[in-house]
């Protein structure tokens, strides 16, 4: 029976208090059990803290994820592809103090390379830094994940991604269904069987052990010529893709799933996501 677990994407928006470490038990008294380390900005955290926090989230039963700085570039240009390593290196170092289980991380650009196929050849090479720093920390348990981009000009399609983590040791795709919405204009995660080749792809190409659990983000979101603009709130109709939908495609696929609200208002949309996905599924899934 799948079991899935909804959390925001950063510090909930609507906890008073700016101490990190009331957010674990300030989740689960909402009654969710997720949480991503949003270190988009840099990695900013002390050890002794992020040691603390990762205690308290054990302690509530909250499973932690981080989200690696924004830039990020591994396939660009020597200095850029230099600072994204060492961003990355403290990112899996973080993660591995807090007990965080996958550094979700945007692989990089086309625009520096001859073709895609270049771009991807170089995210690989220069992620096997990381990984190897990985190994020398002791991180054994921190997965690396290659997100499913949204804009045009970015490596991370499916593909891309799953060939990333084909190529190096305890990588496995993020992947972000309105991302994959955007990227294809609409035209993609609208219905049950999108979801279910998303998953079937993954599967068969990386075997089951990524998919417990498949690590998800989530929200509605705005599109354009390039792809994404703007990540959207559940309640807005006018701009997909459907939760719902998504949701029935797991459970039909019958794998386990850690949920992540990047919607606005991040928490309350954790929330509708976890009670439209109890709606959908019923006694065939666990939801935690």
């Keep these: 029976m799948p079991h899935y677990r909804y959390g925001p994407a950063g510090k909930p928006i609507t906890m008073k208090s700016s101490d990190l470490l009331k957010a674990p038990a300030f989740l689960r008294e ?6 991503e380390y949003e270190a988009v900005r840099g990695v900013n955290i002390k050890e002794e803290k992020a040691r603390a926090f990762g205690e308290e989230a054990r302690s509530r039963n909250v499973l932690l994820s981080l989200h690696a700085p924004y830039f990020l570039n591994l396939a660009g240009k020597k200095s850029t592809v230099e600072a994204s390593i060492q961003r990355l290196k403290e990112s899996v170092a973080a993660a591995y103090w807090m007990g965080a289980y996958v550094v979700v991380f ?7 390379s001859p073709s895609r196929r270049e771009a991807v050849r170089k995210v690989i090479e220069n992620l096997n830094q990381v990984v190897e720093y990985r190994t020398e920390i002791g991180a ?10 949204g804009r045009a000009s970015q490596v991370g399609d499916l593909d891309e991604t ?6 190096l040791e305890k990588v496995r795709p993020v992947v972000d269904f309105a991302h994959l919405y955007a990227r294809f204009f609409g035209r993609f995660i609208t219905k049950i069987d999108d979801v279910l080749k998303v998953i079937e792809k993954i599967e068969s190409s990386l075997g089951t052990e990524v998919l417990k659990p498949l690590h998800i983000h989530f929200s509605k979101i705005e599109f354009g010529k390039g792809g994404e603009r703007e990540h959207r ?19 039909e696929a019958g794998v386990d799933a850690v949920i992540i ?10 929330l509708k996501m976890k009670a439209q996905c109890l709606e959908v599924c019923g006694d065939k899934c666990i939801v935690d």
């Design 233 to 251: 709130t559940l309640d807005e109709e006018k701009y997909g893709p459907d939760f719902k939908t998504v949701c029935k495609g797991l459970c």
């Design 140 to 149: 054994h348990g921190v997965w690396l994940g290659p997100e499913t981009t």
């Design 162 to 167: 799953i060939l990333i983590a084909q190529s």
């Design 30 to 35: 909402m009654g969710l059990s997720a949480m």
């Design 261 to 270: 609200s990047e919607s606005p208002v991040l928490e309350q949309d954790a």
């Design 106 to 112: 945007h692989p990089g650009y086309y625009k520096d």
